[in-house]
């Protein structure tokens, strides 16, 4: 049987990417990705809401994403969607869902005008 794990997101970012070094050597970069959804209501008034998603870079990619990605910049994430558990400061157990974009088929693709130095613009594809 086939199965697929799969979020396609268009939106701007919420934050500026936050940079971490991992145990294993390599780098992770995460922030948050608004989507939001415009319609009118049945009396013709203007309404919108907004999703937050909080997206998780590793491997090659995470260089295009510390050169490139800022607050505010529209952003296209492909990636799997994932569940983890995790214990706060006061010791209370949280759940999170990210979308992890790590393996090759997935992209993180800034959209905004912003230039890429020329070294990093390769690392956009993971």
Known sequence: ????????????????????????????????LATTEKWKDGEGNPVEATEWHRVVVYGPAVKAVEAMLKKGDRVMVEGRIATRTFSDREGT?????????????????????????????????S
Do not use: C, W, Y
């Open 93 to 125: 157990e949280r759940n999170v869902t990210e979308i992890v974009v790590t393996r090759r088929q997935d992209t993180v693709n800034m959209l905004s005008a912003r230039r890429a130095p020329a070294d990093a613009a390769a690392g956009t594809r």
């Open 1 to 32: 049987m086939l199965n697929m794990n799969r979020a396609t997101l268009l939106g701007h970012a919420g934050r500026d990417p936050e940079i971490r070094e991992l145990n294993n050597g390599g780098r992770a970069a995460t922030f948050t």
